[in-house]
């Protein structure tokens, strides 16, 4: 409670919200996630907020691995988790002195950009996937370092999935499994090098895990009713709006 008592109305809906949405990311409504990032810095700062989201995001991750296990793709999983690995690490390091405002602006450019590649993609109805070992190196080193400095890893794993052209089950259960590993991953980094998980930050956290279990459920009735090729376009769009809801913050 120390945290949450030091925190008006407004910023406790918002954090509430914060915690709802990371359950709908995580139930399969992927490109979402980046607006509960936008949230929880609005109210803790960039990398405090890290700290409370981070354990949110390992129990979500619990429970979408038991939903949706059944339809991981385990070859794309050992694509990128050495290559988000090595990008976390990187981001351990770098992440302490960096500009939090300069480089959620490159990333969310980053992001449009490959967004709107992807959309031309659809347009011209391409059904060629990358095969070239780069471009899983190149997406699991930036899902990595971003991960590590503002748990925006969703958007590069959003971006090789779509590329991947996974059906929607696959997508989700694969990315299930990738950032359950991963996040687990990070969190020695953050307890003992940032430090900041404590004591306090995880009573928040058990605080908020109602509306993220509400935020789950609410998000597994929702993918269910949506087909594999309209999932493809509710997860550009969602993306593309978390990339530009970071830039104009």
Known sequence: MEILANLS???????????FVVGLAKAGLKGIDMLNVTIMALVFGGKASTGIVLPLLCAADIAAVVY???HAQWKHFYKLIPW??????????AGKDMNEVVFRKIMAMIIVLTVLII???EFRKSTNVPS??????????????????GNLAGA???L????????KNDFIGTAAWVFLVINLFKLPFQVFFWKNITAASLQTDLWLLPALALGFWSGLKIVKHIKDQQYR???ILLTLAGALVIFLK
Do not use: E
Request: glycine letters at 8%; proline letters at 3%.
């Open 156 to 158: 590069f794993a959003n």
């Open 132 to 149: 070239s070992p780069l471009f899983a190196a190149s997406t699991g080193i930036a899902a990595g370092f971003t991960t590590m400095l």
């Open 160 to 167: 090789y999935f779509l590329a991947m052209r996974m059906p």
């Open 119 to 121: 959309l031309a993609m």
């Open 84 to 93: 988000m690995a090595a990008g976390i690490l990187i981001g351990v390091y």
């Open 9 to 19: 109305a407004l910023q406790l809906v918002l954090i509430f919200t914060g915690a």
């Open 233 to 235: 376009k509710v997860v």
């Open 68 to 70: 949706y296990n059944r």
